[in-house]
């Protein structure tokens, strides 16, 4: 993978990651969890899919392959 779309990946994780955790403070989020005991989906996935790709854009950048 080339450093763009790994540095690409790796601020849109960030990026996702800073959003599902404002979600999971949200108010919608504090009524999902006073009755399922869990934030809401939305911050869930939100949070996931920024790991995931903080992840493989980190990996991308620093053990890609040498040309």
């Known amino acids: 993978m080339s450093k763009i779309p790994s540095l690409a990946l790796l601020v849109v994780g960030v990026i ?13 989020s504090s ?3 006073t009755f399922n005991g869990a934030p809401s ?13 903080i ?3 980190g990996v ?3 053990f890609r392959r040498a040309p």
């Open 16 to 28: 996702l990651l800073i959003y599902g955790i404002n979600a999971s403070n949200s108010v919608s």
């Open 31 to 33: 009524i999902s969890q």
């Open 41 to 53: 989906n939305k911050s869930i996935w939100l949070i996931g899919i920024g790991v995931i790709g």
């Open 55 to 57: 992840i493989s854009g």
């Open 60 to 62: 991308g950048l620093f």
